[in-house]
C-alpha cells in the first residue's frame, strides 16, 4: 500500500489533481489507440465497441467540460426554497445564484449530439489535407482534438474554486442505485428491478455476440489467368491462341480465398484433347503438365507467372487450371472441382 502511494506521489502534482471523468476520458482514449494500432489487439472484434463508445460520446464530453467548467443547478428552485423565499427587491433571494453550468444529464446529451457534429467536421478538414481520410490521420485527429480539450477542460476547472467545480457524483449515483436495487419499497419495484437487470444484461449480450460472432458473408475461392501487357500491368486480355510445340508462353495464374478461413490450394495445369458431341465436350486424352501449390489466408490474392508449354499437337488443344481446396483427388478433372479456368491454343508440330 504504501510502496502504491509512493509512486501515485511521483506523479506531477498536475495529473494527480485531474477530474476523475476527465482522467477517464484520457483512459479511453490511449485504450482505443491501442485497440487500433497494436499488432494483436487490432485483429479482435474488441476495437469495435471501443472505437464507437469512443467517436460517438469522448469528443463531445471533453468539448463540453472545456465549455462549461462550473457544477450545474437545476434550472428551477426547490420547492423548500420556494415556499421560504425571503424577497429584494421582488427578487427571490437565490436568483443571484450563478446557473452558468450545466447538470450531469445535460453533459451526456450535449456530448453525443456535439460528438456527431464534431468527427465529421475533423474528417473533413482531413479530406483537403495530404493525409486524406483513412484510419491513421482519423485516429490521429481525433485523439489530439481529445486531449488538447481536455487539458483546457482541466485547467478551466482548476481556475474555479473547488465548490464551484463540476464533479461526477459517483458515490451518490452508486448509493441511490444500490438502494433502488437492494432496498426496493415494494415487491413489484424488486420485481421490475429484476426484470431492468435481466434487459440490460441480454442487450449487452447480444451486442458483445454480434460483434464477437459477426455473420459470414458467402463463401468460395476464385481462380483465373492473367498475362502482362506492355507496361507491366496485369489483364485478362491478349492470352496466346497460337503456339509451336516446343514455345512457350507467359502466363501469370490467379487464385483469391473468400473462405473465411486460411486454405492450403492446390493448382493442377492439365492440358486436354477433347471432341465435341451434340452440346456435350468429351475429353480424349489427358495430360498433367504441372501443380502449383499456396497457403492463403481470408481475402488474400496470389498471383504467380509461369510457363505455358503445350505437349499435345493440333487445333483446339484446351489447357484447364483446376483449383483444389485442402486435397487433390487421384485423378483431377472438371467434374471433381468447383472451380477451374481454360484456354484454346492450337499447338504446330516444330
Known amino acids: 500500500m504504501e510502496s502504491h502511494r509512493s509512486l501515485w506521489l511521483l506523479l506531477p502534482r498536475q495529473i494527480r489533481a485531474c477530474p476523475a471523468d476527465l482522467a477517464a476520458m484520457v483512459a479511453l482514449t490511449v ?5 487500433v494500432f497494436a499488432p494483436v489487439v487490432r485483429e479482435t472484434p474488441l476495437r469495435i465497441p471501443l472505437g464507437l463508445a469512443f467517436v460517438l460520446f469522448v469528443p463531445g464530453y471533453v468539448f463540453v467540460a472545456a465549455l462549461f467548467p462550473e457544477a450545474g443547478e437545476s434550472p428551477a428552485a426547490p420547492d423548500e426554497e420556494l415556499e421560504g423565499e425571503s424577497h429584494v427587491n421582488d427578487e427571490p433571494f437565490w436568483s443571484g445564484v450563478d446557473r452558468s453550468g450545466i447538470d450531469g444529464i445535460e453533459r451526456v446529451a450535449l456530448a453525443f449530439g456535439l460528438s456527431i457534429a464534431i468527427v465529421p467536421l475533423i474528417g473533413l478538414a482531413l479530406n483537403f489535407t495530404p493525409w486524406g481520410i483513412r484510419l491513421v490521420p482519423i485516429m490521429v485527429a481525433v485523439s489530439g482534438f481529445t486531449l488538447i480539450a481536455t487539458a483546457v477542460a482541466a485547467v478551466r476547472r482548476w481556475q474555479l474554486p473547488p465548490e464551484e467545480r463540476f464533479a461526477v457524483p459517483y458515490r451518490e449515483w452508486y448509493a441511490a442505485g444500490r438502494g433502488e436495487l437492494l432496498e426496493p419499497d415494494t415487491r413489484a419495484d424488486a420485481a421490475l428491478n429484476v426484470l431492468l437487470v435481466a434487459a440490460i444484461v441480454l442487450a449487452v449480450g447480444s451486442v458483445a455476440y454480434a460483434v464477437a460472432v459477426p455473420p459470414q458473408g458467402e463463401q468460395f475461392s476464385a481462380v483465373y489467368i492473367l498475362t502482362e501487357d506492355d507496361d507491366g500491368d496485369l489483364v485478362a ?5 497460337e503456339l509451336v510445340a516446343g514455345e512457350a508462353a507467359e502466363i501469370v495464374l490467379g487464385v483469391d480465398n473468400h473462405e473465411h478461413r486460411t486454405v492450403d490450394y492446390t493448382v493442377v495445369m492439365v492440358e486436354q484433347e477433347v471432341e465435341t458431341a451434340g452440346n456435350e465436350t468429351v475429353v480424349t486424352e489427358q495430360n498433367e503438365l504441372e501443380r502449383f501449390e499456396t497457403r492463403l489466408s481470408h481475402n488474400d490474392s496470389w498471383h504467380h507467372p509461369h510457363e505455358l508449354e503445350p505437349t ?19 485423378e483431377p478433372s472438371t467434374e471433381n472441382t468447383e472451380y477451374s479456368v481454360h484456354l484454346w491454343v492450337d499447338v504446330e508440330d516444330e
Do not use: Q, S
Open 312 to 330: 499435345m499437337t493440333g487445333d483446339d488443344i484446351r489447357i484447364v487450371w483446376l483449383l483444389y481446396p485442402d486435397e487433390v483427388p487421384e
Open 31 to 35: 485504450v482505443v489507440n491501442v485497440a
Open 237 to 241: 486480355a491478349d492470352y496466346p491462341d
